[in-house]
């Protein structure tokens, strides 16, 4: 081989092989021994759910009954039968109520959590398929889906305390951080009515956008945020002065919708674009969209800021997507019972409850403290730029890029060596 060629050859040789070995050293390996979240067991009752304050306990209300569930073991230790459509409970501040709407019996059973005895059944409006607990603890709304009404009901006494009437088909109520103010979207009138939660004071009527769903106020109580289901945009109201300062344009269908623990990030679940749209709530603006599985709704962050979960109900689907709240990268795909809807973490952030509307069961999902919530990945590196004219113009000096045998032969093997040592990193992982 002359010289020129030889030349050419080593030096397309070092440059790959250099290469390598930079894009081995990019490669994010997870800690040895972390284990990822994964299913530990199926719970053969249906429903959505609420955990205790201290996470050991969770409760699921479907169909006729409420089920009370062991954390640690996934022992059913309680239920409470004869209800009639039960949806989405409430649960007090402390633990130790737990208010049930049954959406078919136009009323709300309030229900002793340590032995799972109903001390009230409260008649309230019509269809109340969500309750709803003020963070003072101090009442429990009921949203009347059938008629346009919200029922106060007083935590201590289980008295109604009010029926306040609002827009057409209400859907949803969130209660401000300081328990003063109440909003609820109309679904049917694209609106939100803004009320006083001390005397029942309608204070506006905000216009928003079409099919109002989901709804939350802020931590810091500034803004409320609202899903329009049927034009694919989030609306952003000032609580100040009770105006819409943004409209953001999302997926398609985004019935869901979920706030980090800070409030500065806004993850909205696009029913009908397979996808989700992380929010930036200082700036209003989407800036990443991630793609999911088909058709997600229920949508969940973890209490410690780590991670979004994303039920997945497409046919054939059955799945959670966890993404890594700091980067918006899926971290992994979690297959669960059939057609799941709702999702709830425990405060602790180690537990994940999914109820598969499917098949009536729920999915417990355990999140190990050492979890990654990142998944390898390579990073560019910068190697000087190499074009055919360099390569030729550097092998046309012959000896100056002939490499000795020795060297070029520990160039491949610490090439080698590089790719074998990532790849049995991963195995351990």
Do not use: C, H
């Amino acid at each position: 081989m002359n010289r020129k060629l030889t030349g050419l050859v080593l030096a397309s040789m070092s440059i790959f092989f250099l290469s390598i070995l930079g894009l081995v050293a990019a490669i994010e390996v997870s800690p040895v021994g972390a284990a990822l979240p994964s299913v530990i067991r199926t719970i053969s009752a249906g429903g959505q759910i609420v955990v205790s304050p201290d996470s050991s306990t969770a409760w699921i209300s479907g169909g006729n009954e409420v089920n009370k569930v062991n954390a640690a073991s996934g022992a059913i230790t309680g239920t409470v039968t004869g209800q009639n459509g039960v949806y989405q409970s409430a649960i007090s501040p402390d633990g130790s109520t737990l208010w049930a709407p049954n959406g078919s019996s136009n009323s709300v059973s309030e229900i002793n959590t340590a032995d799972m005895s109903v001390t009230r059944s409260i008649g309230v409006g019509s269809a109340p398929y969500y309750a709803v607990a003020s963070p003072n603890g101090s009442d429990v709304w009921a949203v009347n889906s059938g008629d346009p009404t919200v029922t106060q009901i007083n935590a201590v006494s289980g008295a109604v305390t009010r029926t306040i009437s609002v827009g057409s088909a209400p859907y949803y109520l969130a209660v401000s951080p300081d328990s003063s103010t109440g909003w609820v979207t109309n679904y049917s009138d694209g609106t939100v009515t803004e009320f006083d939660t001390s005397t029942g004071t309608i204070l506006g009527t905000v216009t928003v956008g079409q099919g109002p769903a989901w709804i939350a106020v802020s931590p810091n109580g500034a803004t409320v945020w609202v899903s329009n289901t049927g034009d694919g945009t989030i609306s952003e109201i000032s609580t100040s002065n009770a105006t819409v300062t943004s409209t953001i344009a999302v997926g398609q269908s985004p019935w869901r919708f979920a706030l980090s623990p800070d409030g500065s990030k806004l993850w909205v679940s696009n029913n009908g674009s397979g996808s989700v749209s992380e929010i930036d709530t200082a700036t209003a603006s989407v800036i990443k969209t991630i793609t999911v599985g088909t058709e997600p709704w229920g949508i969940a962050v973890s209490p410690n800021a780590s991670s979004v979960w994303v039920a997945n109900q497409g046919t054939g689907m059955n799945s959670v997507t966890q993404i890594d709240a700091s980067t918006g990268l899926v971290v992994q795909t979690i297959q669960v019972g059939q057609y799941p809807e709702f999702l709830t973490v425990s405060p602790d952030s180690l537990t994940v409850w999914v109820d598969n509307a499917g098949d009536g069961t729920v999915s417990e999902i355990s999140v190990p403290a050492n979890s990654p919530t990142t998944i390898p990945t390579t990073t560019p590196t910068t190697t000087p730029a190499v074009t055919t004219a360099s390569i030729k113009t550097l092998a046309a000096t012959g000896t100056n890029l002939t490499l000795p045998l020795g060297l070029a032969t520990a160039l491949l093997g610490l090439g080698g060596l590089g790719v074998l040592g990532a790849q049995r990193r991963r195995r351990r992982v």
